[in-house]
């Protein structure tokens, strides 16, 4: 979020409010606060697999995450030739836009693990269904295929938009083409069952391109037929707009079957000694088909799936330092639903007509395909999507 506060990362002898402080005393105080945990923040890791030398560089960052997730030999053996296979292909198809993203499963929805997302702007592939069987290959590739790919992985996901099927889209001058790959590794073998309804869940949350901290969070959270959904937006950037969304979290966790309202007043006093933050709250009665929404500063939340879709307003304020009325929303769900939430990091001129198929597929990767072509690379971005059957 752009916004006219003094970055305490970069600066020296500046002044932040009204106080004159040391900046690198500032950062590692928060540092440590964060470190203590307000509330555990889940953030994707990024490198770009562009040329030959990422290759190498993408298998090492990956391990590293894997071993601190406890996978053993053989499954980071099992990752590193998925990670190879991926990585090469990007160098030599991707066109020099490919990124691989990473981080621990959300044990809020899946089993402990780790869970990687690929995104390319290539050509796309024109037989997704012939490359993902065995024995495929591609002309200079490791020839393991997407195939093998799948083999190593406890869930697989793919999504490929060939170039020559997409168009620019008007004004904005964005394409839609390209390539995304969610490939999720267990410490144990079987996954944990989302819910016991036809409920399925998947975020991505990263930092700005340069930056050194995550901002943003999210929680997706279950109590009963009631889900609560939040999008968070830490004001600037930095450790200080991580420590703003780290306490908003802290309070919508500990308050979470509370009133939308309630939630949203709660965090407003909790944020008064912060930078301040923005947020969306959406609470989902499953047993009802109804979903609330109360959003204070630029979020975005949609509901798809019913004749026209609903788009629900954020009232304008800051939670910590202005807030003049919360104004709770709500809606209908039809009977097979996708809830769509957003940071301001991802643009809202997105539109899911322009991914044709991809409301019938996982959500995981509809969170990587809009934040792919519609994130702020300077800004941080987060994307909540979940399908839901009423």
């Known amino acids: 979020m752009a916004v006219a506060i003094l970055d305490c990362q970069r600066r020296s002898s500046e002044s932040y409010g009204l ?32 040329e ?58 899946d089993n402990a693990g780790l869970e990687i997302i690929y995104m390319d702007k290539g050509p796309g592939i024109e037989d997704l269904n012939g490359a993902l069987e065995d024995g495929f290959t591609t002309a200079g590739s490791l020839g393991a295929g997407l195939g093998a790919i799948k083999r190593m992985a406890d869930e697989f996901h793919i999504y490929s938009t060939p170039e020559r099927q997409t168009f620019r889209l008007p004004l904005y001058g964005r394409t839609t083409h390209g390539t995304v790959i969610v490939f999720k590794k267990w410490l144990n073998a079987k996954p944990r069952e989302q819910s016991s309804r036809r409920e399925l869940w998947a975020a991505m949350t990263r930092a700005s391109q ?12 279950r109590d009963g037929d009631r889900r609560l959904v939040a999008v968070i937006d830490g004001l600037g ?46 609470a989902i009665d499953l047993a009802k088909g109804v979903i609330e929404f109360a959003g204070i500063g630029n979020t975005d939340c949609r509901v798809l799936g019913g004749r026209d879709a609903v788009r629900f307003i954020s009232l ?22 996708t809830v769509v939430m957003t940071t301001d990091g991802v643009s809202e001129r997105w539109d899911a007509a322009n ?26 971005a987060t994307i909540v999507c979940g399908r839901l059957q009423t």
Do not use: W
Request: net charge positive; with cysteine; proline share 4%.
């Open 19 to 50: 106080c004159f402080f040391d900046p690198e005393s500032k950062i590692q105080n928060l540092k440590s606060k964060i470190e203590k945990g307000l509330a555990k923040v889940r953030s994707f890791e990024s490198v770009i697999v562009a």
């Open 52 to 109: 030959e030398a990422h290759i190498g560089q993408a298998k090492r960052v990956v391990r590293r995450c894997a071993s601190e997730a406890g996978f053993g030999e053989r499954q980071l053996a099992e990752i590193e030739i998925a990670i190879n296979e991926i990585a090469t292909n990007s160098v030599k198809f991707g066109r020099g836009t490919g990124r691989i993203f990473f981080a621990p499963a959300d044990e809020s929805l």
């Open 210 to 221: 340069d930056g050194e901290a995550n901002g943003d969070a999210y929680i997706i959270r």
């Open 237 to 282: 950037h930095g450790f200080g707009a991580k420590e703003a969304a780290s306490e908003t979290l802290a309070v919508i966790e500990k308050r979470a079957t509370e009133p939308l309202e309630n939630i949203l007043r709660v965090a407003h006093e909790s944020l008064k000694q912060t930078r301040g933050a923005v947020a969306g709250l959406a």
């Open 316 to 337: 304008n304020g800051t939670l910590g330092s202005r807030m003049e009325r919360v104004k709770v929303f709500r809606e209908q769900l039809p009977k097979v639903a």
């Open 355 to 380: 991914y044709p198929g991809l409301l019938g597929q996982h959500p995981s990767l509809l969170c990587a395909a809009i934040l792919r072509d519609f994130s702020r690379p300077n800004d941080d």
